[in-house]
């Protein structure tokens, strides 16, 4: 099940897909020498889709991606200017179509995921240090805090409202079957810790507790958004 935020993309995608078959229909045979384009009359309409169709592919999976380098190299020197032929338009439809499968069947999900591990990694490599070097209270924050993201990303790829407290989200996604219940228990008490240090209840838990809870996290994200 997609999420609000991945539906209300499909549903764009799709809207996009139906208007560009409208658009193609657009092209008209003009001249004695039977040349056929999309005429000036229509140019609006052609350009005021090119846009939108732009728009929601980089804002959806980025400007580096490979569906925004397909639809650039789809266009007529690089240009949306130069696009004025309906096989120039289905081309472009093509692309949408591509894009939609791709959200609809996770791919979109899983870049993110990729994204996301990157920065986890990075911040989790913080809180070993820390722990590392005496500082168990301010690494175990920095722990929860990527646990905290994980779930909320986790829940988002599973149709869960994410703005619901972490340990509410582990619950949420055990019901969900995302994981047993013996990784709800680990995750519950890495949040246990993580809580602890967050409220300054230091005595609570133990330089070991933190190692174990950090350890036992970056395993988590290895299985979990690393697909």
């Excluded at 400007?63 to 096989?87: D, G, M, R, W």
């Excluded at 709800?184 to 838990?205: S, T």
């Amino acid at each position: 099940m997609l999420s609000p935020k991945y539906q209300r993309y499909t549903e764009r995608l799709r809207s996009l897909i139906h208007k560009g078959k409208s658009v193609a229909g657009l092209e008209r045979v003009y001249g004695p020498d039977d040349f056929s384009y999309i005429g000036k009359q229509d140019l609006i309409e052609l350009h005021a889709w090119l846009g939108k169709v732009n728009n929601i592919l980089n804002a959806v999976f980025g400007p580096k991606s490979t569906q925004v380098k397909h639809f650039l190299e789809i266009l007529p020197s690089n240009s949306l200017s130069y696009v004025e032929h309906a096989l120039d338009v289905l081309l472009i439809v093509g692309v949408l179509q591509g894009a939609l499968d791709d959200l609809e069947h996770g791919f979109l999900t899983g870049q993110e995921f990729l994204v996301a591990s990157d920065v986890f990694d990075s911040v989790l490599e913080q809180a070993k240090h820390l722990a590392d070097t005496g500082y168990k209270d301010p690494a175990a924050v920095l722990a929860r805090v990527v646990l905290e993201d994980a779930l909320k990303r986790i829940a988002r790829a599973e149709g869960i409202d994410d703005t619901q407290k972490a340990s509410q989200l582990n619950d949420e996604l055990k019901k969900a079957s995302r994981y047993p219940q013996p990784q709800w228990r680990l995750i519950q008490a890495w949040l246990d810790v993580g809580n602890a240090a967050a409220h300054g209840k230091f005595d609570e838990y133990t330089a070991d507790d933190v190692k174990n809870a950090i350890n036992g996290i970056e395993q988590f994200l290895a299985t979990e958004l690393r697909i």
